[in-house]
């Protein structure tokens, strides 16, 4: 395994990826770092290898999305300065099979990389899901109790039937 993929943590990975259109994506511009190419390489390997990358591998940013992108950094990447074409979102199969086009040591070693990190993002996922499934579950049956606290409470506010007043006090018995 080369030396270069393997230094790349996984959390490192897993902060390049985006949620657009409602998936996960990494752009062609981190992808290519993680493989050790330039950006022209990577997307010049792409055209190269269409029938490899359906509409569902991989997809153009629009403008306004890359206007999004760029706000969500303090500051814009220098490598988006002096771009000509909005980048290409790759989803994980997308991002796996820029692998076996790019075809080179370090490119296999970073796709492993890039797999664990969506696998570790999906497994985050799932766990926070099943916790605000288990948040829903505790809220519901402590709803429930708290009905029958203020039904007591409620019930302890009504006027009942007064008792009469005592008197305070000392009260001799026997009166001389």
């Known amino acids: 395994m080369p030396r270069r ?3 790349v943590p996984v959390d490192r990975i897993a902060n390049a990826i985006h949620l657009i259109r409602g998936q996960r994506v990494m752009l062609d511009a981190d992808l290519a770092v993680l493989y050790g190419v330039t950006t022209k390489r990577l997307n010049e390997q792409v055209r190269r290898n269409k029938a490899r990358f359906p509409a569902d591998f991989m ?3 629009t403008t306004r999305e890359v206007a999004n992108l760029k706000s969500q950094f303090a500051t814009s990447r220098s490598a988006w300065g002096g771009v000509r074409k909005p980048p290409t979102a790759f989803t994980e199969h997308g991002a796996v099979m820029l692998a076996s086009v790019l075809n080179s040591p370090i490119a296999v070693a970073a796709s492993i990389q890039v797999v664990r990190a969506f696998l570790e993002l999906r497994g985050m996922l799932a766990s926070h ?7 829903d579950e505790l809220e519901r049956r402590y709803d429930a109790r708290f009905r029958t606290v203020f039904a007591a409470i409620r019930e302890l506010m009504q006027p009942g039937p007064q008792p009469a007043p005592q008197r305070i006090g000392f009260r001799p018995e026997n009166r001389l």
Request: hydrophobic share 70%; glycine share 0%; aromatic share 8%.
């Open 5 to 7: 993929a393997a230094l």
């Open 59 to 61: 997809f153009q940013l």
């Open 129 to 135: 899901a099943d916790l605000a499934r288990k948040l």
